[in-house]
């Protein structure tokens, strides 16, 4: 069982940064794939990127790539995103994720993922 908190977030300008972090209870964190994803009111859970369970694979939604950097510590246990040039349209609630290695730790798709943070608003203003 894994537990996961989020923090950061918040209102910034458009053309800002943000710094989204979640930390993970448990002692198998290293074990996990992580990700994080979006969603807005009546749409769908949206990928937005993930990282390997070692650290050495990030992977990234097409509109966030270059843009936001996902990192892990697995000494400590946490996770965070990192969001740079922010947009308008990157307004939304974000949640970490973590998702049990089955084969692989890498997954795009909100189903693989086994656990969930409490999700964090993200609003970026004009």
């Known amino acids: 069982q894994v537990q996961l908190v989020e923090s950061g977030g918040g209102l910034v300008q458009a053309g800002g940064s943000l710094r989204l972090s979640c930390a993970a209870s448990?002692?198998?964190?290293?074990?996990?794939?992580l990700g994080w994803f979006r969603q807005a009111p009546g749409k769908e859970r949206e990928f937005v990127g993930g990282?390997?369970?070692?650290?050495?694979?990030?992977y990234y939604e097409d509109s966030v790539k270059g843009r936001f950097t996902i990192s892990r510590d697995n000494a400590k246990s946490t996770v965070d995103l990192q969001m740079n040039s922010l947009k308008p349209e990157d307004t939304t609630i974000y949640y970490c994720?973590?998702?049990?290695?089955?084969?692989?730790?890498?997954?795009?798709?909100?189903?693989?993922?086994?656990?969930w943070g409490q999700g964090n608003q993200v609003t970026v203003s004009t």
């Open positions: 994720a973590a998702r049990v290695a089955r084969g692989g730790s890498d997954s795009i798709y909100s189903e693989a993922y086994d656990y």
């Open positions: 448990g002692r198998t964190f290293s074990s996990y794939g």
């Open positions: 990282i390997s369970r070692n650290g050495d694979n990030m």
